[in-house]
């Protein structure tokens, strides 16, 4: 039985896990049905009325285009209309997970419908109207152009994240692993480095040889700031190399002494230009528009390829140009609809895709001298992640607020639920 009550972030919390760039995709989504769309009615009405079935053909697959965007459209509206919503727990913010996963089947079946018409025609050869199908292919093309176009502001989906108030924006994570420091002392060469792949920045000291040993508790690192402020920094083991408990401040431009058994090193620190790492991408990406854009690409690739096919077939006569074009083509669609269905599935049951994030809750916790009993980290929506936790402590004072301030410092935690046991006393 615990001895605290469970609890959340924040008193009287929402629950809106919307990505931040989430009306601005969903207003790029609705642009690209509108212009399939008119897209679709030119070409049923012009085929109609000069008697091409080619260009009907055509437009009644920009229609299953235009009904693949509207699944992510709809999911988009239906998500920002119901983001309060009760009913839905844990908020609506993985809707465009689902409407994603949903696309990747549907891109699935025209993988596959585009290999059974080729191998149909490698078996069978149909004679092509070259004037007609080239124009189209031509044509279809453009239209994929200008869907990526008006898709391509954030088909990476890089929004940021809240913070625990759901008031501020995810400030940009940095990378300095380009700077790394070595150290020559008696206990061996030590590599010192500022670590923020995803994570707050903390000092890392990492050996450089097999006989390098170095004890978390004889080592700290004072940094010295232009204007004469100082900071030292304790550290603790993790297996493999030492990591400072403390995150680091910015601006990231200081002098730094290295205190080892032996005396003290200084180093020096420069400000670098920040990027986003792979893991905060991989974190905030919008699977919603990643599905749209994966479509208007995949469509585009297809058009490329029917028209080098058909350029071959008329140039050369080699027919069966324009079926292997469209079997590459189901290959690299069914590639791109696996890798969309693999990662929207995973975040759909919950998994843990960032495991780098359970460990740092992990060791914040136990840097405290308590014990996680039980840890959940998993994705509610883009840039924001969810995590409960059951943690065993002998400082009868450490409520749930206690750990709560501890875990401020993960921008990305949008929700944290805290339970706190008491460690039986030992007789």
């Not at 993988?111 to 044509?139: C, M, N």
């Not at 140039?315 to 290959?331: E, N, R, S, Y």
């Not at 400082?395 to 921008?411: D, I, Q, V």
């Amino acid at each position: 039985m615990s001895n605290f009550a469970n609890s959340a972030f924040g008193a009287g919390h929402d629950h809106i896990f919307l990505g931040a760039a989430h009306e601005d995709n969903e207003r790029r989504t609705w642009m690209v049905i509108a212009l399939c769309s008119a897209m679709m009615v030119a070409e049923i009405v012009g085929g109609s009325l000069f008697g091409s079935l080619a260009l009907v053909a055509d437009g009644l697959h920009m229609s299953t285009h235009a009904g693949a965007m509207l699944i992510a459209a709809l999911a988009y509206t239906y998500a920002r209309r119901h983001a309060s919503d009760k009913r839905f727990v844990f908020g609506t913010g993985k809707l465009g997970d689902l409407a994603g996963f949903t696309s990747a089947i549907v891109l699935a079946m025209i993988a596959l419908l585009i290999g059974y018409e080729a191998v149909s025609r490698f078996l069978s050869p149909v004679p092509i109207h070259f004037g007609q199908a080239i124009p189209i292919a031509i044509l279809g093309l453009l239209v994929n152009l200008a869907s990526v176009w008006l898709l391509s502001g954030d088909h990476h989906g890089h929004s940021h994240g809240h913070n625990h108030s759901h008031g501020h924006a995810h400030e940009d994570e940095h990378g300095h692993e380009d700077e790394v420091h070595r150290v020559f002392g008696s206990a061996g060469v030590f590599a010192l480095s500022v670590f923020e792949d995803g994570v707050p920045p903390v000092f890392r000291i990492t050996p450089e040889t097999a006989s390098s040993k170095l004890s978390a508790n004889a080592v700290s690192v004072t940094t010295i700031r232009p204007d004469g402020t100082h900071q030292t920094f304790a550290f603790a083991d993790r297996g493999g190399y030492l990591e400072s408990k403390d995150d680091i401040p910015e601006p990231h431009a200081f002098k730094a002494i290295v205190h080892l058994p032996d005396g003290e090193h200084q180093i020096e620190f420069e400000e670098h230009e920040h990027d986003h790492s792979d893991a905060q991408a991989a974190a905030n990406r919008d699977h919603n528009i990643r599905s749209a854009y994966i479509h208007v690409i995949a469509d585009a690739a297809v058009s490329v390829l029917a028209i080098i096919g058909l350029l071959l077939a008329r140039a050369f006569g080699w027919v069966w140009m324009d079926p292997l074009a469209g079997v590459i083509g189901a290959l690299v669609i069914a590639n791109w609809s696996w890798g969309l269905m693999r990662d929207t599935g995973g975040i759909l049951l919950d998994m843990n895709l960032d495991r780098r994030m359970a460990e740092n809750v992990r060791h914040v916790i136990e840097d405290n001298g308590d014990t996680v009993l039980d840890l959940h980290v998993w994705r509610v929506g883009p840039g924001h992640m969810s995590a409960i936790v059951s943690v065993a402590t002998g400082e009868a004072r450490r409520s749930p607020g206690f750990y709560r301030a501890a875990l401020k410092r993960f921008k990305e935690l949008s929700h944290v639920t805290v339970e706190v046991n008491p460690t039986p006393a030992v007789a």
